[in-house]
């Protein structure tokens, strides 16, 4: 792993340990006594705050989760190091797709 | 033998639990972001997900993945003290209390929603 990617990492995982905490409080809040669409989507439509939260993490995750897959890629398969890449870049770039259109899916109203 | 002695060392257990939960993350998060995104074709879709995933052996998975994050989480956290903080006796201890912590809350986890 090159310096700029070691460094994103660890920032992204630093960024993350908050919002991890934040997120697990929700997770035991919201399923507590059952979770149900249409208590999940009455309190994420239309706020700007889980939109902001949740859009700041999964920009965070993408980064930290693509940079993690590269390194198990070229560490534990025989991998030619561009191939890690790509694959980490093509991993990195579904995960924030698929996580922008899930944030967009639960707040926009 | 002597070359795979270090692998009974907790620290490099800690490592390799940290690495495992992470590949287990990576497969999750997609399937996550895909069930939330049901939410885009209306609530009943999302709503019947949501009841699907009232089966006990989802339950259990959840719990499961709850412990992966927690642990995953504790150990970046031990990762980063360990990289940017002097060298600490006790770094076994942190790892065993990240395991310990995560199984606490999965299982919390699970005594909430059962």
């Known amino acids: 792993m090159n310096v700029r990617l070691y460094v994103w990492q660890r920032l992204t995982a630093a960024a993350m340990a908050p919002l991890l905490l934040v997120h697990l409080a929700v997770i035991f809040y919201a399923t507590r006594k059952g979770l149900s669409a249409a208590d999940l989507l009455a309190r994420t439509r239309g706020s700007v705050s889980w939109a902001g939260f949740y859009g700041v993490f999964v920009s965070a995750v993408a980064v930290h989760a693509a940079i993690g897959v590269r390194t198990v890629l070229s560490e534990w398969l025989p991998l030619r190091a561009r191939h890690a890449d790509v694959a980490a870049v093509l991993f990195g770039v579904l995960l924030a797709v698929l996580g922008f259109r899930a944030v967009a899916a639960v707040v926009l109203p | ?114």
Do not use: C, Y
């Open chain 2, 1 to 114: 033998m002597t070359m795979l002695a270090h692998r009974t060392s907790p620290l490099w257990i800690a490592a390799l639990v940290h690495r495992l939960s992470g590949i287990a993350l990576a497969i999750f998060l997609p399937l996550h972001f895909l069930a939330l995104g049901l939410a885009i074709s209306g609530e009943a879709r999302l709503e019947a997900f949501l009841r699907w995933s009232d089966q006990p052996l989802v339950k259990a998975s959840e719990a499961l993945l709850v412990g992966l994050l927690t642990v995953h989480m504790l150990g970046g956290l031990r990762l980063l003290a360990l990289e940017n903080l002097a060298w600490h006796r006790r770094q076994v201890w942190f790892a065993l209390l990240a395991i310990a912590a995560a199984m606490l809350v999965a299982f919390a986890f699970l005594a909430s929603v059962v």
